[in-house]
């Protein structure tokens, strides 16, 4: 049985941090490439972070202050998340794909609110 659990989020204040962890069951980590998205209320859901082997990519709206990493070992895949921005606030999902064939898998979203 496939799982991709969130967790990590709450509130925070403009300028804090959060570190939000993706712990993954079901399949083998290490071949899917992992990335972190967000929606906001009325917007559509956009990229945060991929990582894929030794490769990161970021949205411009967060290089310099998101980080994606992962651990194959815990199957868990991490987004730190520092001077957070109230544009920041968002559901959180993370999204499993795999890296030559089709399957991917969604978890079901941490919610990262930045209000002071």
């Known amino acids: 049985q496939v799982q991709v659990v969130e967790s990590g989020g709450g509130l925070v204040q403009p300028g804090g941090s959060l570190r939000l962890s993706c712990t993954a069951s079901?399949?083998?980590?290490?071949?899917?490439?992992m990335s972190w998205h967000r929606q906001a209320p009325g917007k559509e859901r956009e990229l945060v972070a991929t990582?894929?082997?030794?490769?990161?990519n970021y949205a411009d709206s967060v290089k310099g202050r998101f980080t994606i990493s992962r651990d194959n070992p815990k199957n868990t895949v991490y987004l730190q998340m520092n001077s957070l921005k109230p544009e920041d606030t968002a559901v959180y999902y993370c999204?499993?794909?795999?890296?030559?064939?089709?399957?991917?898998?969604w978890g079901q979203g941490t919610q990262v609110t930045v209000s002071s």
């Open positions: 990582i894929a082997g030794g490769s990161t």
């Open positions: 999204h499993a794909a795999h890296k030559w064939a089709g399957y991917n898998y």
């Open positions: 079901g399949f083998t980590f290490s071949n899917y490439r």
